[in-house]
């Protein structure tokens, strides 16, 4: 919606492009019902571009993904937009039908009972220093959408979305998954500052020099042949688990598995040297030398996002490893001179979402407190902080036996309303139910083995065995469910924050360049800092504001001004 003269004004304008650099425009009303004629263009970036300066519209199109990136690079930046894709996708799962195609030849297919189109394979990665895409790039696949289809596709989205038992959220959900989607695009086309220079030197502090022939560089070469020599073994490959877990059996070391806390319990003189190999060999494979030159170019690093990438609605990339950059690695990510980075880390997020969501007022009064944990240890864990954040993750992740079991029975004695919350969302996902986020994100459906329902809600007669496989099968998928309603529920959080930031920078020189899980980085100049700062602390606010109205709940932003991503608190 755009505010003019007082008065709210909603201007929809669906957009088709032709591959060749034009398109067609349609005007529509809130409905998804043509307003006007068909306008044939043959610059649609300029077109877009003139429609923003006088319209401001929300833009109607198959998928921003597809749809955007050629727009920004010829310079047309959008303010909103609804993206059919996305949407389709979260109201196929919401009714259970997770999973199935979501283009629109799909919908339409779906509103006509004729066959359904599997969607096209997603098109090969392309790391920025290997693309060689033009302007408008042609999409694999069946012929595009037309004008009405898009408009019919949105009327019946519209229709389903008053469907959902809570429209108003699940609104919500719609416009900040689109929104999202055009931050992950103009975020991999502006890119994260990376300094070449730095990370070069990183590389050699940590691994040494590489080989010339493009084998190990020289410490990784160096640690391997001391865990071989510490095995008594002339050669050794460390990085295959199968190979190192017979050197430990060689030893009188039978283990499970090669991951870091298997091998901590291990009184071995090889350990320490291969768990700094591990660390060391997965900097080498996923952020060294050649993932630099893949995916650092004109001194910034740009990964594809992908935007409810995950099934809890977190985000995810295509290449480049973007959400899982090491600490040392971070100080490589530089603002420019004059510029600042402004990192913003939002705190116990779960935990927050789950005294905002569940009702429970004495666990909403703690969260109204700076640091949840804290609160929860004076009101009811006698001030040992520890044992309450051990017992409200453990509530939140299933944990229930071990050291987790005292402290959650005084969280069940002491929260019920938040406990109860969780056992709803764990029995529903046991039995194959559905659960559903704040907002109206679905799970997955449960599967026809899950025991008490199956996925489409039957009830299932037969008794069930609880040491058997369907057994352990459903209280593992009620351990995902009683999280999904929280995990799910805080990325429709962080995203709302995102949305609301976009919108607060918009006519500034910031740029919104990293967005991870509850973490968000704006660079900007350093006159700016402050002001970002602020608008970030203001975003955070107001996502919380539009996600749970007047909620004692609050959700602290960490904030710090650096010139060094490292140095962020």
């Known amino acids: 919606m755009s505010y003019r003269a007082g008065r709210i004004r909603f201007v929809l304008v669906a957009v088709v492009a032709d591959g060749r650099g034009g398109g067609m425009l349609q005007p529509l009303d809130p409905g998804g019902h043509p307003t006007g004629p068909v306008e044939q263009v043959t610059d649609l970036v300029a077109a877009v571009a003139a429609r923003e300066t006088t319209d401001r519209p929300r833009w109607l199109w198959t998928s921003t993904a597809s749809a955007y990136p050629a727009l920004l690079r010829g310079g047309a930046r959008v303010e909103r937009c609804h993206d059919l894709e996305l949407t389709e996708a979260l109201l196929l799962g919401h009714a259970g039908r997770w999973g199935e195609p979501r283009s629109v030849a799909a919908a339409l297919a779906r509103q006509t009972g004729g066959p359904v189109p599997p969607d096209p394979p997603p098109r090969p990665v392309e790391p920025p220093g290997q693309a060689q895409g033009t302007l408008f790039d042609a999409r694999p696949g069946p012929p595009p959408a037309d004008l009405t289809d898009l408009s019919r596709v949105y009327a019946d989205q519209l229709t389903r979305i008053g469907r959902t038992g809570h429209p108003h959220r699940f609104r919500l959900l719609v416009a900040a998954e689109s929104a999202g989607a055009l931050v992950a695009v103009e975020m991999g086309a502006t890119g994260l500052p990376w300094r070449v220079e730095t990370h070069d030197e990183i590389l050699a502090e940590l691994l040494g020099e590489p080989s010339a022939t493009g084998g190990q560089p020289?410490?990784?070469?160096?640690?391997?042949?001391?865990?071989?020599?510490?095995?008594?073994?002339?050669?050794?490959?460390?990085?295959?688990?199968?190979?190192?877990?017979?050197?430990?059996?060689?030893?009188?070391?039978?283990?499970?598995?090669?991951?870091?806390?298997?091998?901590?319990?291990?009184?071995?003189?090889?350990?320490?040297?291969?768990?700094?190999?591990?660390?060391?060999?997965?900097?080498?494979?996923?952020?060294?030398?050649?993932?630099?030159?893949?995916?650092?170019?004109?001194?910034?690093?740009?990964?594809?996002?992908?935007?409810?990438?995950?099934?809890?609605?977190?985000?995810?990339?295509?290449?480049?490893?973007?959400?899982?950059?090491?600490?040392?690695?971070?100080?490589?990510?530089?603002?420019?001179?004059?510029?600042?980075?402004?990192?913003?880390?939002?705190?116990?997020?779960?935990?927050?979402?789950?005294?905002?969501?569940?009702?429970?007022?004495?666990?909403?009064?703690?969260?109204?407190?700076?640091?949840?944990?804290?609160a929860l240890a004076r009101e009811s864990f006698a001030g040992d902080r520890g044992r309450a954040k051990?017992?409200?993750?453990?509530?939140?992740?299933?944990?229930?036996?071990?050291?987790?079991?005292?402290?959650?029975?005084?969280?069940?004695?002491?929260?019920?309303?938040a406990f109860a919350h969780l056992e709803t969302a764990a029995r529903t996902g046991e039995a194959g139910g559905l659960v559903r986020s704040w907002l109206g994100r679905t799970c997955p459906p449960g599967s026809a083995g899950f025991a008490g329902l199956d996925g489409v809600g039957q009830a299932d007669p037969e008794p069930v065995d609880p040491r058997s496989d369907r057994a352990r099968a459903a209280r593992s998928r009620g351990r995902f469910t009683r999280n999904f309603v929280v995990q799910a529920t805080a990325a429709e959080w962080a995203s709302t924050l995102l949305a609301t930031l976009r919108a607060a920078l918009a006519g500034t020189d910031a740029e919104l360049v990293f967005f991870q899980h509850d973490e968000v980085v704006v660079h900007c100049p350093a006159g700016l800092a402050d002001r970002v700062a602020e608008a970030v602390t203001g975003s955070g606010e107001r996502a919380t504001a539009l996600l749970f109205g007047d909620t004692p709940v609050r959700f602290p932003l960490d904030l710090s001004i650096v010139d060094c991503y490292a140095d962020a608190s």
Do not use: C, N
Request: charged share 20%; aromatic share 10%; glycine share 10%.
């Open 218 to 374: 020289r410490r990784l070469a160096e640690l391997q042949a001391r865990i071989a020599a510490a095995f008594g073994l002339r050669q050794l490959h460390v990085e295959s688990p199968a190979e190192l877990l017979r050197a430990f059996a060689r030893a009188g070391f039978e283990l499970p598995s090669t991951r870091a806390w298997v091998l901590r319990a291990v009184d071995h003189p090889a350990v320490p040297l291969v768990l700094t190999y591990k660390e060391l060999y997965r900097i080498w494979t996923a952020h060294g030398w050649a993932w630099r030159q893949a995916w650092v170019s004109g001194g910034r690093f740009r990964p594809e996002y992908v935007p409810a990438g995950v099934v809890s609605g977190r985000w995810a990339t295509r290449g480049g490893g973007a959400l899982q950059i090491p600490k040392v690695i971070r100080r490589a990510v530089v603002a420019d001179p004059g510029w600042r980075l402004v990192v913003a880390d939002a705190g116990q997020v779960e935990p927050r979402v789950l005294a905002a969501v569940s009702g429970d007022a004495r666990l909403a009064a703690a969260g109204g407190a700076g640091d949840l944990y804290a």
């Open 390 to 417: 051990v017992a409200l993750l453990g509530a939140m992740y299933g944990q229930t036996g071990g050291e987790a079991a005292p402290a959650l029975a005084v969280l069940r004695r002491h929260y019920p309303t």
